[in-house]
């Protein structure tokens, strides 16, 4: 689904990734691993469309691609969490997931649409959020689900996250990881980073360090 080739990422002085190679298959999660200032996060960026390569190949469905923003990212199927989440925190959960992508009702946003989308989605990926909640009122884990189910939304087939357990309890950890594992079983591609040891065995299919 995915495959890297020798890149490389040149900061000025700073190099942040030196001839980086590493492939993610469909259906399998890749947990990336590495000491703070590998280069981790500035690869995820460059998968993104955050960040232009400096030389090297990003190979996706077999084809070369070179991304410009990352609104070209999302357009080729990727979709990413951040650590720190993007969201509105005086809009409802469905209101983030849609946001971009409004169903218009006449000149106007129809929030019935908005709800139905977001409950239709939640359920078809097992990930229940309450669609009309205000997100500010949200514990963390169901602010990382709407993260997760905007990229879906948007057609995410490879799915990257930025240390995504680093922000949850124990027990959200465990229900992230069953909610990755059943994305995985739908087919889907999921790159994400860690530094907790014991999260290697339990979820990840293929480790690059």
Known sequence: MLSVQNLTKQYQKVLAN??????ANPGEITLMVGPNGAGKSTLMKVLFGMEP???GKIILRGENVKFSSSKDAIAHGIGMVHQ???LVESFTAAQNIILGMEPKKGLFVSEEEAVRFTKELSSKYNLEVEAKAVTRT??????QKIEILKALARGAEILILD??????A????DQLFEELIHLKEQGHTIVFISH???EFKRISDRIPV
């Open 84 to 86: 720190h989440f993007m």
């Open 170 to 173: 124990p027990q959200e950890t």
């Open 53 to 55: 390569p400096s030389s």
């Open 18 to 23: 030196d001839h980086l190679t590493f492939d």
């Open 163 to 168: 240390e995504p357990t680093a922000v949850l």
């Open 196 to 198: 907790q040891i014991h």
């Open 138 to 143: 949200l514990p963390v884990g169901v602010k």
